[in-house]
């Protein structure tokens, strides 16, 4: 079991472009989050999808999106980058019932804007 | 809503000491509590949970917590640590509800021989 994969491990971006993260969930697992963690930070939800809809998310700005695919796999998608969404991205997956309690996390994606 | 407080953002502590991490959370509802780790340049690993039941929480790597409904707080001890105890611990909640996790700022645990 490959548990929760990231991609890319680490990438750098200047202000204004536009990025899109990948992350395939466990295998079984049907549902997919994201937080965003910055430095010093604990992480911060960003929103849910379930699926393949947006089910919950969380006090970030519309340039924040997602996507959900029919394999589950997930795409977080950040539009005008700013400094300051300079963090590390965690992919969280989960089985639908139990998306608070049994959340495994990947390895994150490490995004630095310049 | 949900918040949690993370009473130290920073814990030195010698190899074989004994280690408390303090973690308090506010909440109108009944919730679930966890306890993360995050080693260098990774993610998050799930030390111990608790759901409901006995209020002393039995985790991996000889970690426990215990929850106290009446003082809102999740404290989480090891009695022994060891260098590779040497991480950032976050402590996390979510209403019965919820979909998501609320964290604290984190702790970073620094054992030194």
């Known amino acids: 079991d490959a548990g929760v994969t990231q991609s890319p491990t680490h990438l750098i971006k200047t202000r204004g472009q536009q990025v899109t993260l990948r992350c395939s969930p466990k295998?079984?697992?049907?549902?997919v989050s994201w937080y965003q963690q910055a430095l010093g930070q604990g992480p911060q939800f960003i929103f849910q999808y379930y699926e393949e809809e947006e089910r919950q998310r969380g006090n970030f700005p519309d340039r924040f999106s997602g996507h959900q695919f029919p394999n589950y796999s997930s795409e977080l998608n950040v539009n005008a980058l700013l400094l300051g969404d300079s963090a590390l991205y965690l992919c969280a997956s989960s089985l639908a019932g139990a998306e608070n309690t049994e959340a495994f996390f990947g390895q994150g994606t490490r995004l630095t804007v310049v | 809503a949900q918040s949690v407080t993370q009473l130290d953002s920073q814990v030195p502590v010698f190899e074989e000491a004994p280690v408390e991490l303090r973690c308090n959370y506010s909440?109108?509802?009944?919730?679930?509590l966890f306890w993360y780790v995050q080693y260098p340049n990774q993610g998050l690993q799930l030390l111990l949970k608790?759901?409901?039941?006995?209020?002393l929480v039995k985790g991996i790597n000889g970690f426990e917590a215990e929850f106290n409904k009446s003082q809102t707080s999740f404290h989480l001890r090891k009695p022994s640590v060891h260098i590779s105890d040497t991480a950032e611990y976050f402590c996390?909640?979510?209403?019965?509800?919820?979909?998501?996790?609320?964290f604290g700022a984190g702790t970073t645990v620094t054992v030194r021989a």
């Open positions: 608790y759901l409901s039941g006995s209020t």
């Open positions: 909440s109108s509802v009944s919730v679930y």
């Open positions: 295998s079984g697992h049907d549902t």
């Open positions: 996390a909640v979510s209403d019965y509800d919820d979909y998501k996790l609320s």
